[in-house]
C-alpha cells in the first residue's frame, strides 16, 4: 500500500504563502500520478493540480492558475505545491493522492490512494 503523509499547512494571512510538502513510502513513487485536492467544511473535494509521472503535464484548477505550483521529485518521493497570494478562500484541508498511472488524471475517484490530509487556514 501507499502511504502518503502530508506537510506544510499551518495558518497564513492573506496574501501570504505557504509550500506543502507529500512524501510517499512507495519506491515506485515515479511511476504514479500525483495530485493535490481540497476540501472545504461543507464542500466538495476539488482537484487543485495534479502532475504526471514524468511532469510533462500539469494542470491546474481555475482557482488556483497563476498562484500555484505542483512539482515532484521522484528521487525524493515527494510531491509539493507552493501556494502564493493566498485568499480566504483557499482554506480547507489539502490532500495528496497518488493514482497507478502515469497518464495524467484530474478526477478524484481516479486516484487510489490518499493521505491524511494537511490543514489551511487563511486569515483576512
Known amino acids: 500500500q501507499v502511504h502518503l503523509v502530508e506537510s506544510g499547512g499551518g495558518l497564513v494571512q492573506a496574501g501570504g504563502s505557504l509550500r506543502l510538502s507529500c512524501v510517499a513510502s512507495?519506491?515506485?513513487?515515479?511511476?504514479?500520478?500525483m495530485g493535490w485536492f481540497r476540501q472545504a467544511p461543507g464542500a466538495e473535494r476539488a482537484v487543485v493540480a495534479a502532475?504526471?509521472?514524468?511532469?510533462?503535464?500539469?494542470y491546474y484548477a481555475d482557482s488556483v492558475k497563476g498562484r500555484c505550483t505542483i512539482s515532484r521529485d521522484n528521487a525524493k518521493n515527494t510531491v509539493y505545491l507552493q501556494l502564493n497570494s493566498l485568499k480566504p478562500e483557499d482554506t480547507a484541508v489539502y490532500f495528496c493522492?497518488?493514482?497507478?498511472?502515469?497518464?495524467?488524471?484530474?478526477?478524484?475517484?481516479?486516484?487510489?490512494?490518499w493521505g491524511q490530509g494537511t490543514r489551511v487556514t487563511v486569515s483576512s
Open positions: 493522492a497518488a493514482a497507478g498511472t502515469r497518464n495524467l488524471v484530474v478526477v478524484s475517484g481516479l486516484y487510489g490512494y
Open positions: 512507495e519506491r515506485r513513487f515515479s511511476m504514479y500520478t
Open positions: 502532475i504526471s509521472w514524468n511532469e510533462t503535464r500539469i
